[in-house]
T-cell receptor, first 112, second 116 residues
Framework: GENVEQHPSTLSVQEGDSAVIKCTYS??????FPWYKQELGKRPQLIID?????GEKKDQRIAVTLNKTAKHFSLHITETQPEDSAVYFC???????????FGKGNQVVVIP | EAQVTQNPRYLITVTGKKLTVTCSQN?????MSWYRQDPGLGLRQIYY???????DKGDVPEGYKVSRKEKRNFPLILESPSPNQTSLYFC???????????????FGSGTRLTVV
């Protein structure tokens, strides 16, 4: 089955700096890669996703890049703000069986 | 308001006492799923359902049951809860299976279960 790993587990950044979280996946046939943000005590919420036929996708201050050859995808947050502090989960779709495998999550702390 | 509703939000129970966590969505979503979230382990899928009467196991199905008799409801049943099922549980739904043109999961608010 699919195995998704996230690095680093915790990331601290100064407000205004950029944050990058990287995920690797094992199944080369995976074709859908979403990112979810979970604030403290809240439910996870989809913030951006990318499909395997696209190399990069942007939405305001966040972007996701996909490297299919290396089997990794990354979340980029620019001009970080305190409200970006959260746990971020990456996921990859198991090809052919309609399931998502989630990584263990990254704690991002934005220092004012 | 489009939402996924889970009940209860908090539950403390004793080992072996059957319980049900309810999940209901009002978005006419076909796909529904249950996850448990544990520190350091992320979100692990318990069961999922592609549509009414169609359910399948996720990564950690042992000790759980589900049913999908109606499109909107997807209850999680613990027939004989044990302390290792103490966790934060999330129900999630999406219009289609992940990646199939859907807009991603909508998660419920979560149920924090403690089994003593």
């Amino acid at each position: 089955g699919e195995n998704v790993e996230q690095h680093p587990s915790t990331l601290s950044v100064q407000e205004g700096d950029s944050a990058v979280i990287k995920c690797t996946y094992s199944d080369s046939a995976s074709n859908y890669f979403p990112w979810y943000k979970q604030e403290l005590g809240k439910r996870p919420q989809l913030i951006i996703d990318i499909r395997s036929n696209v190399g990069e996708k942007k939405d305001q201050r966040i972007a996701v890049t996909l490297n299919k050859t290396a089997k990794h995808f990354s979340l980029h947050i620019t001009e970080t703000q305190p409200e970006d502090s959260a746990v971020y989960f990456c996921a990859a779709r198991y090809y052919g069986n309609n399931r998502l495998a989630f990584g263990k999550g990254n704690q991002v702390v934005v220092i004012p | 308001e489009a939402q996924v509703t889970q009940n209860p939000r908090y539950l403390i129970t004793v080992t072996g006492k059957k319980l049900t966590v309810t999940c209901s969505q009002n978005m006419n979503h076909e796909y529904m799923s249950w996850y448990r979230q544990d520190p350091g382990l992320g979100l692990r899928q318990i069961y999922y359902s592609m549509n009414v009467e169609v359910t399948d196991k996720g990564d950690v199905p042992e000790g759980y049951k589900v049913s999908r008799k109606e499109k909107r409801n997807f209850p999680l049943i613990l027939e004989s809860p044990s302390p290792n099922q103490t966790s934060l549980y999330f129900c999630a739904s999406s219009l289609n299976p992940p990646g199939s043109g859907s807009y991603g999961y909508t998660f419920g608010s979560g149920t924090r279960l403690t089994v003593v």
